[in-house]
């Protein structure tokens, strides 16, 4: 192999340029970072914003529940300790993502503000939007979808630091968009969503 | 905003299919693990091979030291839990950039062998390719090189459980790749990288 032909291949000592896979993609990498109560319809808008992207021709991907508390996360409980560490973990994870020119989606109930506004700050740092959408719902509207009976076996006592019954959830104070998932149907939300990444420049490259 | 037209948004529960990624970005998702003595050519090689595919039409990106042990995992230190639990992280991280549909290449000296045997079945169990490249060079040869001066610091007792001098380094049994550094250069280790990725199919979508 040492004898091949010379190549168009540059030694390079740090990474290529956000704007270069930027241009690649199309796109400017973001986090769009969904928050909410269990069952106030975070993760339907999310996957069905991630459908909207890829077939517009946009790389998104999902970070959410199944991926991380099962993968990355699996070590941590729901404490408020692991709750913070989880989303500190998944902060620098998205941030990643939105560095490597991905439109990253995050679906957890990310309840505290201060570690929201963690991930936040650590997007700024790194020079990368971050978009806070607040899916809004009340307890009572959440309550009656429950699709996994998550409420029902928290007010019987059965689920412990259970955000919206026996733990808090602080809203956001200005988060980029508020979805009223009592209002809005899930393709109302994603079109609404889908809007303000088009408005803001996100959906083209970026120099 | 809920007077708005109808549109051809669709409600989905659940991911984009792998392959619906992989045709957007014309490629497979992968991870290429380099392991190797600190001072081996990992990241050069990593870095430069970022830069060739991206320079190919390809979506890759490095996750190294710069950008995890100073984000997801600056809580963690060097002792062989800490390691363990690093490169946990780094192969759970890789995966969903592989899974995503990124040509992930990860850049941790990642010594013990189980660790990186962990990362591959991780990669396996989601059905991810796992390219694990080992980077050879001797203890005496990385010495020589050792740019940021750490094998002498090493040397003097000043950096503990230092890998190779203070710390084991466990060579890989079966790596998909070995590149001698001592023997190419970053260049021609590239293109050998590049060979590979296209023989195995990965620089075009698969269904």
């Given at each position: 192999m040492t004898t091949q032909k010379a190549t168009n291949v540059t030694w390079h000592e740090g990474h290529v340029d956000r704007a270069d896979r930027n241009k690649l993609l199309g796109q400017s990498g973001a986090t769009i970072w969904f928050t909410g109560l269990?069952?106030?319809g975070k993760s339907t808008i999310a996957f069905t914003l991630e459908h909207a992207l890829v077939e517009r021709g946009h790389l998104a991907y999902v970070l959410d529940g199944d991926n991380i508390r099962h993968g990355?996360?699996?070590?941590?409980?729901?404490s408020p300790e692991d709750r913070n560490e989880n989303i500190r973990r998944l902060g620098e994870v998205a941030k990643l993502f939105a560095d490597a020119g991905v439109l990253v989606c995050t679906s957890f109930i990310s309840p505290y503000r201060q570690d929201r506004d963690r991930a936040r700050q650590i997007h700024a740092d790194a020079g990368l939007p971050f978009i806070e959408v607040f899916v809004k719902a009340s307890v009572e509207l959440c309550e009656t979808r429950d699709p996994k009976g998550l409420y029902k076996k928290a007010r019987a006592g059965e689920?412990?630091?259970?955000?919206?019954?026996s733990a808090p959830y602080e809203e956001p104070l200005n988060p980029e968009l508020v979805l009223d998932s009592g209002e809005l149907s899930p393709q109302q939300a994603t079109e609404i969503v889908l809007l303000y990444l088009a408005t803001k420049g996100l959906l083209a490259a970026k120099g």
């Amino acid at each position: 192999m040492t004898t091949q032909k010379a190549t168009n291949v540059t030694w390079h000592e740090g990474h290529v340029d956000r704007a270069d896979r930027n241009k690649l993609l199309g796109q400017s990498g973001a986090t769009i970072w969904f928050t909410g109560l269990p069952s106030s319809g975070k993760s339907t808008i999310a996957f069905t914003l991630e459908h909207a992207l890829v077939e517009r021709g946009h790389l998104a991907y999902v970070l959410d529940g199944d991926n991380i508390r099962h993968g990355l996360n699996k070590n941590l409980g729901f404490s408020p300790e692991d709750r913070n560490e989880n989303i500190r973990r998944l902060g620098e994870v998205a941030k990643l993502f939105a560095d490597a020119g991905v439109l990253v989606c995050t679906s957890f109930i990310s309840p505290y503000r201060q570690d929201r506004d963690r991930a936040r700050q650590i997007h700024a740092d790194a020079g990368l939007p971050f978009i806070e959408v607040f899916v809004k719902a009340s307890v009572e509207l959440c309550e009656t979808r429950d699709p996994k009976g998550l409420y029902k076996k928290a007010r019987a006592g059965e689920l412990k630091e259970f955000t919206g019954v026996s733990a808090p959830y602080e809203e956001p104070l200005n988060p980029e968009l508020v979805l009223d998932s009592g209002e809005l149907s899930p393709q109302q939300a994603t079109e609404i969503v889908l809007l303000y990444l088009a408005t803001k420049g996100l959906l083209a490259a970026k120099g």
